[in-house]
């Protein structure tokens, strides 16, 4: 006769041990109908087993080891013999000249392709080379900027060294970090931005006793980091790319291209410009993003270069997130710009890569508005010599995937 399922017994707890664990197993009755449930679990098999060690694989996959909770990084050596091979020379040269083609410096170097890259070549193999100064330029968009040129030679060594250590980072960075990444992107940038708004808003959720559809309920943390470029901490920066890469030819190639800019601190600072300064802002501020996303533990937060945001529902929370990642960002030598770092509610709109975003819409910036007065100013002048015109398509494509209409920027800007 079989018993009913609320009457059967457990026999008392026995101690077992596993390898060099004891775990309590608890063992019922044989004749009961919950015979067939496995409660003499192997810990290995639990299901919070299975999602660690799935995490396990996944971190694996992409060069990284987890031991007891912390990350390990998987180290490379041996790069720099690829880095100077003629192939990756050849294929460096052809990224560093596209859209430069009719430039006399690329007309001029390719009058001798061959000869100049097995220069190059031998330049690296040899360790003598060295970088030329750097033309400094300034551009006022209306902010003054100083802008850093290299010489041709110089910018197919960047990319080559690009190459190298592109797809060795990539798989580390994170999802919501936008500046020169392949499939990435300001346009990309703002359509997360959109995303992680209807998420906080609950899908534009209004305020209480408000008409206006824009006045959502909702904050957003809008930060600059102060003088980025400039604060780079170059011994920083070659502790954390040491981490991951064990070449010290590569890692003295790269010291040259840093300290081939001369910046008012010495050790400091990295040319607006250049190929290897995008990159390595981004290995840089990688610290930052772990930071973000491991130890607040924020759902929502997008950086592009030493721009960020961070959105949540509650201000307060924004507040602490803002005072804790300024006393972190002191490790990085950085700090967050006293005025331009702030927490605002997203109804008000935010300023955020030349548009500011409202939840129904977007408004250009004044200072882009001002460049396309400008623009459209020069082409006016040159209207009369040239057949270009206001309808050219490369110009309003810009403003397209937004779904701005042309006769509207017209308006606007006359």
């Not at 017994?9 to 449930?37: C, D, H, I, Y």
Request: charged content about 30%; aromatic content about 12%.
């Amino acid at each position: 006769m079989t018993k009913p399922w609320g009457s059967f017994r457990m026999k008392p707890k026995v101690a077992v041990q596993v390898g060099e664990r004891a775990t309590t197993v608890a063992r019922f009755n044989a004749n009961s109908n919950r015979a067939n449930l496995n409660c003499n679990r192997n810990p290995e098999n639990s299901k919070s087993c299975q999602i660690k060690k799935r995490k396990q694989d996944e971190y694996s996959s992409l060069g990284i080891a987890l031991a007891r909770g912390h990350f390990i990084m998987k180290t490379y050596n041996n790069l720099y013999k690829k880095l100077c091979s003629l192939e990756n020379l050849n294929i460096a040269w052809q990224k560093a000249r596209k859209g430069k083609t009719k430039k006399f410096y690329v007309i001029e170097f390719e009058k001798n392709l061959e000869e100049n890259l097995k220069k190059l070549q031998f330049e690296l193999e040899n360790k003598i080379y060295f970088p030329q100064p750097l033309k400094k330029f300034i551009i006022r968009d209306p902010k003054t900027r100083k802008i850093y040129s290299s010489v041709f030679r110089d910018r197919i060594i960047h990319h080559a060294i690009v190459n190298i250590l592109e797809p060795i980072f990539e798989p580390i960075f994170i999802f919501d970090s936008y500046a020169s990444r392949k499939n990435k992107g300001h346009h990309k940038a703002l359509k997360r931005f959109d995303y992680f708004k209807r998420k906080v808003s609950l899908n534009g959720k209004k305020l209480k006793g408000i008409k206006d559809k824009n006045y959502i309920c909702g904050y957003v943390l809008k930060a600059d980091i102060k003088n980025y470029f400039e604060s780079v901490n170059h011994k920083i920066l070659i502790s954390i790319i040491e981490k991951i890469i064990n070449d010290r030819d590569l890692i003295s190639l790269i010291n040259k291209i840093l300290a081939n800019y001369e910046s008012e601190a010495k050790g400091k600072g990295m040319p607006l410009g250049n190929l290897t300064s995008q990159f390595f802002a981004n290995v840089y501020l990688n610290k930052l993003d772990y930071f973000v996303k491991h130890k607040l533990r924020t759902k929502y937060y997008i950086r592009y270069v030493d721009d960020f945001i961070i959105l949540h529902n509650n201000k307060a929370v924004l507040e602490n997130y803002k005072e804790k990642i300024n006393h972190y960002l002191k490790n990085l030598k950085l700090e967050l710009h006293p005025t331009k770092s702030r927490v605002i509610p997203l109804h008000k709109g935010t300023n955020f890569l030349g548009f500011r975003v409202f939840f129904h819409h977007k408004l250009l910036s004044k200072k882009n508005i001002k460049q396309i007065n400008k623009k459209l100013a020069e082409w006016k002048k040159e209207a009369a010599s040239t057949e270009r015109t206001l309808n050219n398509p490369c110009f309003f494509a810009f403003f397209k995937d937004f779904n701005f209409q042309v006769e509207c920027i017209k308006e606007l800007v006359f």
